[in-house]
């Protein structure tokens, strides 16, 4: 099949493409590489199935291809906020963009939705049937709300115009190939603690979070995408840490002696995330993570470690 990437050189739309070349498919890569890069990417660029095309995706494109995974869209914070208008645009502009031309070349259309659809949830863990708690008019909303109205765009493109969708919703993810400037927890605190330096816990650190390993959740895109649920299914991994845990974790891991330093907690933080995975079981197979967080933190430490180096 021919396959189209958006967010390709991202962190997650990178892994995907792996997994996409190793099984033997074309794979376009969409990217306007503003958190992404050439690097992620750079193994395949010089396969002949492999295209690279810098491209935004609030512009209007013509290709002809089976399939669509959307992943393009800043997924960290301190980016997404940098240029809230532009996150909005990029959700609702271009996932628009993206269904029309499933729409055009009856291509089925993958929707990278997020966990931030259920806000900071009074429900726990979070059920797809939950419709969340959202800011409208928060710091967090281009994100947020931006993610809402993608779902909906992919859902009244599937009622009105028969596209072939499939929509997941993602709970905080992690691994190699995060940017060091990412600016997301794991991240952070790997990169602080090679680099020495404190790590900063917004808030007391008693917020939750559960944190999933890339290969488990890319494993959880191809199953959703090949199978016939359209969703929406959360993937994620129920293991649920304080963010003071995480903290001491890492630093237990990395250096002992680092100093952990308490930030002010950002408006509208969620206090609390874990995914209700009962429907990814259902649905997809019986997928489930089985990389335990220790594990994955190794392996992204390994990682940083090498990029810092360098
Ligand atoms: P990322 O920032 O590493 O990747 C996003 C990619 O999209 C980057 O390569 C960026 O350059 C590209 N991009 C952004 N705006 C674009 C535009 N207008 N046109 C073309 N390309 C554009 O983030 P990620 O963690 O790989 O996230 C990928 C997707 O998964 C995002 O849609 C994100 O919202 C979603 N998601 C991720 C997580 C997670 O924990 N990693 C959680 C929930 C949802
Ligand atoms: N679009 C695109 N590539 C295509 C087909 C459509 O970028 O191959 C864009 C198109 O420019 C439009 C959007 O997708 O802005 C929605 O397209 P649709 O055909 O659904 O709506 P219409 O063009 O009728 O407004
Ligand atoms: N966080 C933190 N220190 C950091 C970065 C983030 O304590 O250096 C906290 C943040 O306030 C939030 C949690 O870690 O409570 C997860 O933040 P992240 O930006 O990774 O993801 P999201 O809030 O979107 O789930």
């Known amino acids: 099949m021919r396959i189209l990437v958006t967010g390709g050189a991202g962190f997650l739309g990178s892994h995907l493409i792996d997994r996409l070349m190793e099984a033997g498919h074309e794979v376009i890569c969409l990217d306007n590489f503003y958190t992404g890069r050439k690097q992620n990417v750079l193994k395949w660029m010089r396969n002949p199935y492999f295209e690279l095309v810098r491209h935004d995706i609030t512009e209007p494109i013509r290709l ?9 869209c800043p997924a960290s914070p301190v980016h997404y906020q940098y240029n809230a208008i532009k996150t909005v645009k990029t959700n609702v502009i271009g996932t628009l963009n993206m269904l029309g031309l499933a729409k055009r070349v009856k291509a089925r259309f993958f929707l990278a939705s997020t966990s931030e659809v259920y806000g900071d949830p009074e429900v726990h863990p979070q059920p797809e049937t939950y419709w969340g708690n959202v800011n409208s008019i928060g710091i967090r909303s281009c994100y947020d709300e931006g993610k809402r109205m993608a779902e909906t765009l992919t859902f009244d493109y599937h ?3 028969d596209v072939d969708i499939r929509v997941v919703r993602i709970f905080n993810t992690y691994g190699p190939r995060m940017l060091p400037n990412d600016g997301r927890v794991v991240s952070n605190f790997i990169v602080q603690a090679l680099q020495g330096k404190p790590l900063t816990v917004y808030g007391d650190g008693s917020q939750t979070r559960s944190f999933c390993y890339v290969s488990d959740l890319v494993e959880g895109f191809i199953r959703l995408m090949e199978g016939d649920y359209i969703g929406p299914v959360n993937l994620g991994n129920p ?5 003071l845990q995480l903290a001491e974790t ?11 330093i308490f930030e002010p907690l950002p408006q509208d933080d969620p206090k609390k995330r874990q995914p209700d995975i009962t429907r990814a079981r259902k649905y997809l197979n019986n997928w489930q993570p089985i990389i335990p967080l220790q594990e994955g933190l190794e392996k992204t430490i390994a990682y ?6 360098e």
């Open 64 to 72: 002809e291809v089976d399939q669509i995974y959307h992943l393009a």
């Open 159 to 161: 009622r009105s115009n």
């Open 239 to 243: 293991g649920e840490y304080t963010i």
């Open 250 to 260: 890492i630093q237990k891991m990395i250096n002992p002696d680092a100093e952990l």
């Open 304 to 309: 940083f470690r090498d990029q810092l180096k």
